[in-house]
C-alpha cells in the first residue's frame, strides 16, 4: 500500500465553508444530498483539480452551482470524484449518494447496529457517506437534515442543536440539526433508531442550560444513570480543572452495541460502544465502573481537546490523544485514589506500550508515516503521548501548566494545529526552550536509564548517577526525574541538593551526577516517583533497600514498585526454561511473603485498593516483558503458579482473617465508590492466593462467593478464581453463568473472556465449542474481543502452544474477519507483536504463521500493513 508522509503535508487545494446534508435513511438504499459551499485555499496551490474522498458510494447526481456537470468534466469511481477544472472562485457543489448501511460490516462510516442507524467517520469513514475532502485540516459548519421511517427510528439525533422537526408523509418523519462549531468530517454524527433515554440538565459556568441525555436501547434506561453521572461530573471537571465551559444547547451520548472502539467524540453527539455505557451492580464490574467514567470523561473532554482545537492532520492525532487521555487520567485520579488510579495507568502502560515500543510495531508518538491510519490508534499514540503532556506538566509547574493549556486553547480555538502549536503555548508560558523536550514525539523505543548511587558517610554526602542509552541515534531525551532519599526509619527530608527543584531533577544529558549533602544515614534512593517519566529504570538495589521503601517512602507509587520489584526479579529468575519448579523461590520468597505479612497488618485495612495491587503479583506478560528474548511462556506459568501458593500458604491465616474483616455486613447496598471497590479488590486479591495454595478450599469459598455475591465483582472474581481449578465444580459453575446470562451479551463476554483464558491445552477444543454458542457473533467486536482477542492477550501457556495450534487459531480468525471488518482483524492480528521475543521453536511457529497470513490474496490495507510490519 502507498505510504503517507507527514513531510508530505500540503494544505487543501479547496476548502468547505459549510455543508447541508439531507439523509434519507433506509435500510439498504440510503440516499444523501450534500450540498457543499466550496473555494480555493488561499493557503493551497491553485488552478488544481479538485480530488474528493470517496469510498464505497454510488454516485447518483452532481451539479456545481445548480447546473449538471457535462460527463467530461468530471471522473468518478467508488473510491473518488475529480473536476478537472473547477472553478477558481467560491462555487456550490451539490453531490446525490447512495449507500448500503446494512450491508456495511466494516462499521465506518453509516451503519446498523441492531436495527439502530448510527455512524463512525474517523478517521476517514465520512467519505463512506458522501464525496468530500475528509481531511481534519478541513473545517465546515455542518446542517443536518435527517429522515427515517418514524416507526423504525422514532429518534433522529445529529450534531449540533436541533432546529426542526416534522412530518415527512408516508410514515416518514424528519429532523434538522445545526453545529454551529467548525468542525472536520471526522466528527461528524447521526443517530436513527428506536431508542429511549436518561436525560437531565446541567448549567455551565457560563450559564448556558443544556440538556444532557444518555441513549440506549429500549429497556436499558436503568443501565444508563452511571454514566448520565459521569457526563454531569466531566462537565463540571473540565471547567474546574481547565476553564473549559461546554459550548452547545444539547449534548447526547448513544450506545450501540456494534461498534469498533470504545467510543467517539463526535460533536454533541458521543457515539459509544454499549460495554461503555451500561452498568448495574448485577452486570458490571467495579472495573466496568471505572472505565466507563473515564471513557464518558475522555469523549466529553475532547469537545476542546480535539474538536475546538483538532488537528492538522493524521500525523498529529497525540495531540488530542494524548491530550485527552492525560485530561481523562487527572479527572479520574480526581474521583478516585490518586495513587492507585496512576498504579493502573503505568500497569498498563507497561503492559501494552513497552512492548509495542520493543517490537516491529514500534513507532514515534508522532509517526512519520503509515499506510493505514487506523492502525496508529495504538498505545504509544494514547498512552506514551499521555506520558508526555505529564511530563511537561511536570517540568513548567501547575501553574505554567495551566496558562499553557489556556494559550493553547485561545490560540488555536477554530483551528487544525500541530505538535509544535501545542509545545510552542508552553514555551510562551513558561519562558522554557521546549526543542529537547519535543523529541519525545519523534523516537520510538523506552528509553533505559541507568543508576548508580554511592554513600561517603564521612562527608555525610550521597551521590547519584544517572545515565540515559541513546538509541538509533536518538539525542539525549529531556527526563523529569521526581526524587527523594529514604532512610531506615522514614525519609530523609534534610538532605538538600541544588539540581532538584520541588523534588524533580531534569536529566536532559546523556550521563549527569547529582550530590546530596547533609545525608545522615545511608540512603535508598526513590526514583522517578509517581512514575515522572515513560523509562526502564536500572539500579541495583537489594530487596532489603526495596522493603525500606515499601515500609517508608512518601510515594505510594514506589511503594508498590518496591514490591512488584521484588516479586518481578523472583519471578523472572525462575520463569525460563533452565529454571527448573524444584528451584522453588526459597528464602527470598519468604523474606517477601514475611514482609508482605508486615505490610497487611498494618495497612491492608487502612487502604484496601492500595493493599490489593500491593498483594498482586506481576503478570505472566509483565514477567515475559521483563525477561525480554528467549521466552518460554510455560516456565513463567509455572514460576508465577509457584510464587502464587507459595504467598497463599505463607500468608493463609492472614488472608483469611482478612477476607472476614472485608465482608460487608447483609443487606449494605452496593456502591461503585472506590473505597468499596477497594475492599471488593482486596477480598478477591486474598481468595486469589487462598485458592492457589489450597483448591480446595479454594473452590469451596469461591463457589459459595459465586453464589451468595450481590455484584458482579465478586461473582465475576470468584468465578475466574474457580475457572484455574480443573474439574466438575468449574464445569458446573461455568454452565450456571452462562445460563443465569444467557440473555446479557456484554456478562457472556466476561463468560467468553475467562474460559479463553484457561491455561490449559483444552482450552482451543472450549474456544471451537464457544464459537457455536448462539451469542457469539463474528460480526460483533465485542463478541470477538471477549473470545479470540482475551485468548490473544490473556492466555500465554496456549496461545503461544509449542504445535502453533494459538497462532493459528488467532490467524485463521484474522483471516475469516478481514473479509468482513478489516480494522478488527488488523487489531487483533497485533497480539504477533511479540513473536520474535519468544523461545526459537515459538518464534519459528510465529514466523511461519505469519508469513502464510502475508501470502493471503486480496488482504485489506489494515491487516497487509499490519502483517508486513510485524514480519519486518
Ligand atoms: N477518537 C476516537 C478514535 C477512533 C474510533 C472510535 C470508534 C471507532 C473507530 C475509531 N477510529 C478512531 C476514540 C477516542 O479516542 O476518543
Ligand atoms: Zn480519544
Known sequence: PPTIRLEDYRPSSHLIDRVELDVRLAPHETRITATLALRPNPAGEPGVPLVLDGDDVILLALDLDGQALPPDAYAATPSGLTLHRPPARPFTLRIETQVDPTANTKLMGLYRSNGVYCTQCEADGFRRITYFLDRPDVLSVYTTRIEAERDAAPVLLGNGNPVAAGEAGEGRHYAVWHDPHPKPAYLFALVGGRLDKVATRFTTMEGRDVAVAVYVEPGQ??????????????????????????????????????????????????????????????????????????????????????????????????????????????????????????????????????????????????????????????????????????????????????????????????????????????????????AAFAQWYEWPGTPRVEVEGRYDAAERRYTLRFSQDLRGGAPPLVIPVALGLVGASGPISEATCPEVRDGVFVLDRTSAGLTFTNVPEAPVPSLFRGFSAPVRVEIALSDAERLTLLRHDTDAFNRWQAAQSIAMRLLADRGTARAREAEDAGPAAQAYAEALAAFLDAEALADPAFAALVLGLPGEGDVANEIGSDIDPDAIHRARQSLRRHLGRALGERLSRLRADLTEAPGTPFSPDAASAGRRALRNAALDLIAAADPVRGTALARAQIDEATNMTDRLAALGILSLIPGEPREAALAAFGERYADEPLVLDKWFAIQA????????????????????????????????????????????????????????????????????????????????????????????????????????????????????
Open 221 to 434: 434506561e436503568p443501565r444508563a444513570d452511571y454514566a448520565l453521572g459521569a457526563v454531569l461530573r466531566s462537565m463540571r471537571w473540565d471547567e474546574e480543572a481547565f476553564g473549559r465551559a461546554y459550548d452547545l444547547d444539547v449534548f447526547n451520548v448513544v450506545a450501540v452495541s456494534d461498534f469498533n472502539m470504545g467510543a467517539m467524540e463526535n460533536k454533541g453527539l458521543n457515539i459509544f460502544n454499549d460495554k461503555y455505557v451500561l452498568a448495574s451492580p448485577e452486570t458490571a464490574t467495579d472495573q466496568d465502573y471505572a472505565n466507563i467514567e473515564a471513557i464518558i470523561a475522555h469523549e466529553y473532554f475532547h469537545n476542546w481537546s480535539g474538536n475546538r482545537v483538532t488537528c492538522r492532520d493524521w500525523f498529529q492525532l497525540c495531540l488530542k490523544e494524548g491530550l485527552t487521555v492525560f485530561r481523562d487520567q487527572e479527572f479520574s485520579s480526581d474521583m478516585r485514589s490518586r495513587a492507585v488510579h496512576r498504579i493502573g495507568e503505568v500497569r498498563t502502560l507497561r503492559a501494552r506500550q513497552f512492548p509495542e515500543d520493543a517490537g516491529p510495531l514500534a513507532h514515534p508518538v508522532r509517526p512519520r508515516a503509515y499506510a493505514e491510519i487506523n492502525n496508529f490508534y495504538t498505545a504509544t499514540v494514547y498512552e506514551k503521548g499521555a506520558e508526555i503532556v505529564r511530563m511537561l506538566s511536570t517540568l513548567v509547574g501547575p501553574a505554567p501548566f495551566r496558562a499553557g493549556m489556556d494559550r493553547y486553547y485561545a490560540q488555536n480555538d477554530g483551528r487544525a494545529a500541530t505538535v509544535e502549536d501545542f509545545l510552542d503555548a508552553f514555551a510562551v508560558e513558561s519562558g522554557r526552550d521546549l
Open 757 to 872: 483464558a484457561i491455561p490449559e491445552d483444552a482450552t482451543l477444543a472450549r474456544i471451537a465449542r464457544l464459537r457455536q454458542h448462539r451469542a457469539f457473533s463474528m460480526t460483533n467486536p465485542n463478541r470477538v474481543r471477549a473470545l479470540i482477542g482475551s485468548f490473544a492477550l490473556a492466555n500465554p501457556t496456549q496461545f503461544n502452544r509449542l504445535d502453533g495450534a494459538g497462532f493459528t487459531l488467532l490467524a485463521e480468525t484474522v483471516e475469516a474477519l478481514d473479509r468482513t471488518n478489516p480494522q478488527i482483524a488488523a487489531k487483533l492480528l497485533t497480539n504477533f507483536g511479540s513473536w520474535r521475543r519468544l523461545e526459537p521453536a515459538r518464534s519459528s511457529k510465529a514466523g511461519e504463521i505469519l508469513a502464510r497470513i502475508k501470502a493471503v490474496p486480496g488482504l485489506s490495507r489494515d491487516v497487509a500493513d499490519i502483517v508486513a510490519r510485524t514480519l519486518s
